[in-house]
């Protein structure tokens, strides 16, 4: 089977509204690239790591310095801070110094209420772990996944680089947001990846979150994930199938399951929901211009690496 | 106290409700069926979003929000049980209006106000770049709550990361302005690019050289321009924010937390608890959207059909669906299905149960929602989520 081109790529952002499942996506997505053979890192921005977790819940944290959790699947979660301290100890080389002063307690104040610099860092960050280079001179990370801030602020995230760029008139921080900026507006290399689910509001915010990305951001988009879809609970042609279990007799008794009606209740919510459902998948693909991909509701939630694979397979369907 | 007497307390008496929770688990919903219950016990109320992502408008079925209250028809709220008495308003935050607003209220002349809105990094600051959200949302919850034309004045905010940087908005500004470096700042050496040294420790200076080099001496110009031009501000903004965040612990204000009732969606809850309890925030109580509630009587079965009977339950439900050819598969669906939805409903309890307990011990109430069949896009479907969330008689506390 050849690789999907969603594989092909370098830079993978993973963006949406909180909860649509952002983060299982992304982390079915590293999980599928690995097993295909490709080293890749999943990176969480954010303050709290949920990767880790999602694979082994007593496993320690993956933390900045990041832990291959999986053969070819590695995980960090980028701290501003940490990556703060790195980009000064790299520009001034005197490691000791800039972990006093990012210690001091007046200098987090300064930053604390410093708008920007953390998307910045933590694109700098994605952009330098991209340009990495083992010995042979192949790239350290074949994919690099990035589980991005939650709708709203993920616009803000992309968007930094090129308010930096207009914001500062000289200097190694102009050249370097210029670079980060270049990076994300590359469609070989960078894919945005938006996951919605197929809800009235969540699909209204996918359209508005995608139109603005393509115009403002101008990073490639080539799909839509639509998560947590419940599938027609109907063989097809049986749509009436809840209405006549209503009509069996009231006293009709099945053999070790609950009365008709109460069948015919669950298979009612399942049928609304799988209809809702359906309208506003077309509706995320007409509004987005993309295809979508669906991924089936998991009632119990992910629980594993088992969960992650079975939702990797309609995430990388390739064509429209 | 019952969890719907509980809720309907709390609307009927508090001034400012502020819900928090992660993303996705229906906050802004809730936030407006409670003010809309608001208005329907005859308060005059008003519903504000700090998400920029409109969800409040739509569901309110308004085109566009304003960062001023827009009143909702009369008549509309009326045929949904609002009195006369009562009237529902809402708002989204414009951060920068919002912003500018306070300089405006704060500069200590015309000179230093045009200074500041012309400042390029104040103008960063007060777009929508992260950092200033927070702060303006505290800042327009107390201008509403000053008013004396608004009841009670009900806040959806931003997913949890954020929920409690908006609660620590006002203390962070206060720390910033009081601290060392912003007086370093502030010495008029440093906008010649020098530092005071004495005044802070040599590393310190050294990595600011750096980040001076690095970014261009015009940036840091910017900084200092601006805290210059905020040093005049910085009394007015200090009384205020003290103002804020004691009306925000004060007894006027409750605090309720919306969640989801998956298991991943209650260990973000959990979360969000702990850290809203070192907070010392009064956290009301919990509603529980969207739980997936058992339709028969009698227990959630573990199993559908039961395993041992299997064969005999599909034989005599094909038969009683008319025994074609189609019978057969239809039997299993309708089987699977009830065995799917159970499934659903034992998994919303238990996840939801570890939160019940937590929220129980410390006095507050869990309020579970049934998932509607559709979607709420209109001011009859807030009345219908209303209408659930405020339904008497029900056993949750």
Redesign the interface.
Known sequence: MPLSPLLDRRLVIVTGKGGTGKTTVAAALGLAAAAAGKRVLLAEVGPDEHVAPLLDPDAPRAGYEGRELRKGFSAMRIDPYDALGEYLGLQIGLAGVVRRVLANRAFRQLMDASPGWRELITLGKIWHLESLRDPSGAPRFDLIVVDAPATGHGLTFLDVPRVVGSAVRAGPLRRHASWVEALIRDPARTLLLPVALAEELPARETAELVTRLRDQVGVALDRVVVNAVTPPPYPPGSEDLAARLARLPRDFEIPGAPPPSVLAACLEHLGARAALNGRWIRAIAESTGLPARVLPRLPLGVRGAADLERLAAPLLEDGS | MSADLALEALVRSRRILVCVG????GK?TLAASLALQGARLGRRTAVLTI?????LA??LGVRELGNQPTALPRERLAALGVPEAGSLAALMLDMKRTFDDLVTRFADSEASRQRILGN??YQ??SD?????AEYSAMEKVFELSERDDLDLIVVDT??S??ALDFLDAPR??L??LD????H??LHPAFAAGRFGVRLF?R??E??LR??E????V??LE??SEFLLAFEGMSEGFRERARRVEARLTGPDAAFVLAA?P????TRHAL?LLERLDSAGVPLAGVVVNRV?LW??P?PT?EC???P???D??RA??AA??GGSD?SE??AL??????D?????VR?DHEASAELAVRIGRRGGFVRRVA?L???V?DLEGLASVADRLFETGREDT
């Open positions: 992660t993303g996705g688990v802004t998400d920029p992502a409109r969800r739509d569901a390029r990094i960063h600051v929508a770049l992260a950092g200033s931003p997913p990361q954020h962070r500004l720390e910033f601290s060392r470096l912003v370093v700042l420790q590393g310190a050294r990595v750096v980040i080099r690095i970014s261009g015009a940036f910017d900084i989801g998956s298991r991943e969606s979360a997936h339709p028969g009698g079965p559908v059909p039961e041992a009977r299997r005999e339950a005599a439900l009683a669906l189609a598969p239809e669906a309708a089987l699977a299905a009830a799917g939805y159970a499934g659903w998994a998932e069949p559709g979607d896009h």
